[in-house]
């Protein structure tokens, strides 16, 4: 969607237009051979072959075409080399190599760098051969992808049309066709976390718009990563929620602009709301926006622009307002409402840390809930208006809606506000309770929440999710267990649904909330704290023999075959949603979040139960407010492993649980002189604490295993030393 100013500088729209007119330029095409680009630590090199520059855009050359097609001997070339064993590894699950090394021949490139100049510079050096006529040739076989100005990539090439970035950082892009792999990307984002991406659609038409990410990291020889500037503060959002469902929506922030701006402010919203206008300072500026509210099922968020009519200073604060419309809430009973796009139901960009001041209109039949604490909920005219405010700065705000029944109660610091559907008991299972009580017991552990009200909802489904102050808690926990469906009654569904998800959810009002990640990468860390810390209450309620089911169970799940593969072997915990969408939810959780919480649990029995819970508080302190790297989470980590342990920095843990994959099979050979390793690649190593005894009673004795025979340590044998429990160390025998 794109609507136009006028003023004598290029709008969107116009940009929009030109690109969708680019076409191979005949003055512009050329014979090329041995040309190279490179972009980190990634080469692409066409040998032998056409290439075409794009037609320009507002005098910028921004695309260009190779082929090898009609060429003799045409040839071109790929190579990515993934520095760490874990990207090779995921290369590979995808390319069958852990380097890639392929021939191609096509290639259609975008980019906002100098890729233009340092190919005409290779060009010039050895006298360019202009050949025009294949211009013609290749538009009606590229034309098509050229025109990408409806994409995410066509978006991107109208911000860098419109922004101050300098050539160094802007970014490089190819759609590549190969004989054996067929089309897969090559992104290069220079300022980027993790600047080189690599990957595909893929084939399975029931995840469209999935991409799946072959491989993703940082080169080498990067510069150190600086976190970019937090821009929008002080949010307040006034929603109406219409008889059909459908939002109409207003926001209003502040937003400190970038050196890089220029005329543009990229923002991220799901594609399923529509923007219809949007202010600066209030004044009218242009939207362009990817509109496309029939997607599938997955949230889809997307960036979307605001052009301005005259360059915006650096450093300034500028009062924003964009009004925004669409729906993002179904019917799923007679009482019962589903609220999607949770994540991505308001404009925003990373990192988020604002206050948020909410607005909402709605009928009066409906109750609303959000984040922040209450500030008023009046009903008139058959109008219902709830608003809320948060007390501190949050990352993210949510909502809730249904036709609900409440309960208020008052624990300590905190209003506790429980909703359920009309149709649930009257005791809400229980759930009341509950949440006092866990709220209770992990306040206690950690220290007081910064947020005094926490309001628990419904949300159909078998899954839970933790917002700042607003939980959304599958429909599935508010019924008593003989009231469940047959198809979820067994031991580990009763267990999930009655003692783990409600304390997990709740958990994430201090990791995820409080403590936040920093990237995908350091995702698995808040689930996995959340996760465990239901696992914690579970065996403090019930004893230690509580748990141990779980974490077997968990063990199965990591060996669980999937495609001839063990789950486990997928990935690390560190790929996050890369998990998710390569490969579904079942080995997403199994990893990031079953695995993640066995890291936690092996760090819990080297540190003892009192230096883990010290270190969860030092976390909470150290990194409140603050988005936390597993880099930073290891060395926090570290200064709580006690003296006389091997590993103190937890470089060698880390790499084998954290950045590795691996589940070792161990077991004693048959003489009692070594332990052999198996199961695990040759680059694993870990520290096993076998149970030994002495004169002095049972020690710990560290063995350094890696894969293969290993030798017993000193005073170490079959006789008087044992593996660890399996109930206490990730392994199988």
Not at 163 to 172: E, R
Request: hydrophobic fraction near 40%; charged fraction near 25%; aromatic fraction near 10%.
């Amino acid at each position: 969607m794109v609507c136009g100013l006028g003023s004598d500088r290029p709008s969107a729209a116009d940009l929009a237009e030109a690109l969708h007119r680019i076409t191979p330029d005949p003055r512009e095409t050329y014979r090329v051979r041995d040309v190279r680009i490179r972009r980190g630590d990634v080469s692409i090199y066409f040998n032998e072959g056409v290439l075409s520059f794009a037609t320009a855009v507002q005098d910028r050359t921004v695309a260009a075409v190779f082929t090898t097609q009609g060429v003799e001997a045409g040839d071109a070339e790929i190579l990515v080399m993934p520095p760490q064993p874990a990207e090779r590894a995921s290369l590979a699950s995808f390319t069958k190599l852990p380097n890639l090394d392929e021939h191609f021949t096509t290639a259609v490139l975008f980019f906002s760098d100098d890729a233009r100049e340092e190919i005409l510079k290779q060009l010039s050096d050895g006298g360019p051969e202009r050949v025009p006529e294949m211009a013609a040739e290749l538009a009606p076989k590229v034309n098509g992808v050229l025109q990408l100005a409806g994409s995410e990539i066509g978006t991107r090439t109208i911000e860098s049309l419109l922004d101050n970035h300098k050539a160094a950082s802007g970014f490089f892009f190819s759609l590549i066709l190969s004989k054996d792999l067929g089309l897969f990307d090559f992104l290069y984002e220079p300022e980027s976390f993790e600047p080189v991406t690599v990957g595909n659609a893929g084939e399975d038409k029931s995840r469209a718009g999935v991409f799946r990410v072959w491989t993703a990291y940082r080169p080498r020889l990067s510069p150190r990563y600086i976190e970019p500037p937090v821009t929008i503060g002080n949010y307040r959002i006034a929603a109406t929620i219409k008889d059909d469902l459908s939002l109409d929506s207003t926001a209003a922030f502040d937003y400190v602009a970038g050196p890089d701006c220029g005329r543009v402010i990229p923002l991220r919203m799901t594609r399923r709301l529509k923007v219809e206008s949007a202010e600066v300072d209030g004044q009218p500026v242009e939207v362009y926006q990817n509109y496309l509210p029939d997607l599938p099922t997955v949230e889809t968020d997307s960036e979307f622009l605001l052009i301005a009519g005259a360059a915006l200073t650096p450093g300034r604060s500028y009062q924003l307002e964009v009004k925004y419309s669409g729906s993002v809430i179904k019917r799923i009973s007679e009482s019962s409402y589903f609220v999607s796009e949770r994540n991505v139901w308001y404009p925003h960009t990373s990192p988020m840390l604002t206050t948020f001041d909410l607005t909402f209109r709605c009928p009066e039949r409906f109750d609303l809930v959000a984040t922040g604490e209450p500030v008023s909920d009046s009903v008139e005219g058959g109008i219902r208006t709830v608003r809320r405010k948060t007390q501190v700065p949050e990352q993210l705000a949510g909502f809730n809606l249904g036709e609900y029944k409440s309960l208020a109660v008052e624990r300590g610091p905190y209003r506790i506000e429980c909703y359920a559907d009309k149709g649930a008991a009257k005791d809400m299972n229980g759930i009341p309770q509950a949440c006092e009580g866990i709220l209770d017991h992990y306040s206690r552990r950690w220290g007081n929440l910064p947020i005094r009200t926490v309001a628990v909802t419904p949300i159909a489904g078998y899954f839970g999710q933790g917002f700042p102050g607003l939980i959304y808690l599958s429909s599935t926990a508010y019924l008593a267990e003989k009231d469940r469906p047959s198809e979820l009654r067994n031991e580990r569904v009763d267990t999930f649904f009655s003692q783990v998800l409600l304390p997990h959810e709740i958990a994430h009002q201090w990791w995820g909330n409080v403590v936040s990640a920093a990237n995908y990468r350091s995702d698995w860390l808040m689930e996995s704290m959340a996760n465990y810390s239901a696992l914690q209450l579970l065996e403090e309620k019930e004893g230690p023999l509580a748990i141990r089911p779980l974490l077997e169970q968990f063990r199965k799940d990591l060996l669980s075959n999937v495609g001839g593969k063990a789950v486990e072997s997928f990935g690390p915990v560190d790929f996050g949603f890369r998990l998710l969408e390569a490969q579904g939810e079942n080995v997403w959780h199994a990893i990031v979040y079953e695995k993640g919480t066995w890291i936690l649990h092996m760090l819990r029995e080297r540190m003892g139960e009192e230096g883990f819970q010290r270190m969860q508080v030092e976390l909470l302190r150290q990194y409140a407010g603050k988005p936390i790297t597993n880099e930073n989470f290891r060395k926090a980590a570290s200064a709580f492993i006690p003296a006389g342990q091997p590993d103190r920095d937890l470089q060698t843990f880390f790499e084998a649980w954290v950045y590795g994959t691996g589940l070792p099979a161990i077991r004693l050979n048959r003489s009692g002189s070594s332990l052999e390793v198996s199961n695990v690649d040759d680059a694993f190593t870990a520290d096993l604490p076998l149970q030994c005894k002495s004169k002095q009673g049972a020690v710990v004795k560290w063995m350094r295993v890696v894969s293969g025979s290993n030798p017993m340590p000193e005073g170490a044998s079959i006789g008087n030393c044992r593996l660890p429990s399996m109930s206490d160390y990730l392994y199988v025998e």
